[in-house]
């Protein structure tokens, strides 16, 4: 199995930074792409960003400019480091990876979810 932990959401000021991180274990044979995603109250999920593991990344119109997505490979950890935030920003973030585990074939695992929370 493949288990996404993350960590590091809060209760930040309006203009504030946070950083998110998101570290995968198990029996991972090889991870593709990872990144975030977020939902907040009475909206569906939607993408923040993503990063492939050639570092290629991708972000959603919202998050550019202030976002910034990054991954250690050797640790199998993503990260999302959130400037200039907003209210707006306010969400729940969980983090996925595209895994081939050892016992598995590609699927996608997601983390359990941090709340952000970005006061006015």
């Known amino acids: 199995q493949v288990q996404l932990v993350e960590s590091g959401g809060g209760l930040v000021q309006t203009g504030g930074s946070l950083r998110l991180s998101c570290a995968a274990s198990?029996?991972?044979?090889?991870?593709?792409?990872m990144g975030w995603h977020r939902q907040a109250p009475g909206k569906q999920r939607e993408l923040v960003a993503s990063i492939s593991s050639g570092s290629d990344t991708n972000y959603a119109d919202s998050a550019k400019g202030r976002f910034a997505i990054s991954r250690d490979n050797a640790k199998n950890t993503v990260y999302l480091q959130m400037n200039s935030l907003k209210p707006e920003d306010t969400a729940v973030y969980y983090c996925f990876a595209n895994v081939i585990a050892f016992t598995s074939p590609l699927s996608t695992y997601w983390g359990q979810g941090t709340q952000v929370t970005v006061s006015s």
């Open positions: 198990g029996s991972i044979r090889r991870i593709f792409t």
